[in-house]
């Protein structure tokens, strides 16, 4: 039997949960229209949580704003999670059903580095050394972050590292590499075959923290002869499930922020 204490708790969430980046400032009526209360009773709930710092009030228009508290803890909560931690029961289980190499990639400087790796137990595979730093123009990983980072630092760093070749299969005509980054933010994956080692192959998934920025791109390598196209369509089903389960571990839910929510179809 639910408490008055319990009632007025889900009542607090309901309207913070009314808080979005598309909708960051609220007013009582439409707050009351979302969580399906009275104005007056949704306006006490507001004044109180506004006294106790969980919102803020615009003077100008009276709309209400999450407060300095909730950022507070938002903030704490960031600097505690470690996407590696978050990552390794996931990835772990990914790998034993794979039974491919599985790599967890950050961005760092202009370059994704391995911070996690499972290598496959398999006679033939494909070693994704720790530590290592890759271009991002070259192989799935990389890819993945230039088609989900802000596209001025996308252009920052395609400028500072033009692409070159690796292999045979580089991609370094910007206009194929913007084409490519188009269908990768649209599918909400990467592939690559011989990018960055002529033998090896790939499928990647981004990872998004609790602000909705991506933190992480998740790989599934092996050797290009067990890259069959129903291989590549299956471990993609794999690695984006797995990558949406870390995202959600980091706090992501669902609404990336507004800044990096940006269409690649727009751009010229």
């Not at 009542?11 to 229209?33: H, K, S």
């Amino acid at each position: 039997m639910e408490t008055e204490k319990s009632k007025s708790l889900q009542r607090i969430v309901a309207i913070l949960d009314c808080f979005t980046y598309e909708r960051p400032e609220i007013g009582v009526r439409e707050i009351a229209r979302l969580i399906g209360f009275s104005s007056s009773t949704t306006g006490r709930l507001l004044q109180a949580m506004k006294e106790v710092g969980l919102l803020q009030q615009n003077p100008l228009n009276q709309s209400y704003s999450l407060g300095g508290k909730v950022l507070a803890w938002a903030g704490v909560y960031s600097s505690t999670l470690d996407v590696r931690n978050a990552a390794l029961s996931a990835i772990q289980e990914l790998h034993r059903v794979t039974r491919e190499t599985i790599s967890l990639y950050v961005l760092e400087g202009n370059e994704r580095v391995c911070v996690e790796r499972l290598e496959s137990n398999q006679n033939v595979r494909i070693v994704a050394r720790l530590g290592r730093r890759v271009p991002l123009y070259a192989g799935s990983a990389g890819k993945v972050f230039l088609a989900y980072i802000s596209p001025a630092k996308r252009d920052a760093i395609l400028k500072a590292e033009p692409p070159t070749p690796i292999t045979a299969s580089t991609i370094v005509d910007i206009k194929a590499l913007m084409d490519e980054l188009k269908l990768i933010h649209r599918k909400g994956y990467a592939v690559s075959f011989g990018e960055w080692v002529a033998e090896a192959s790939g499928v990647a998934a981004p990872i998004f923290d609790v602000r909705g920025e991506i933190v992480a791109a998740l790989t599934i390598s092996g050797p290009g002869q067990r890259f069959t196209e129903d291989v590549v369509q299956h471990y993609v089903t794999d690695v984006t499930r797995v990558a949406a389960q870390i995202s959600r571990e980091m706090g992501f839910t669902g609404k990336r922020a507004v800044t990096f929510a940006y269409d690649l179809e727009n751009e010229a």
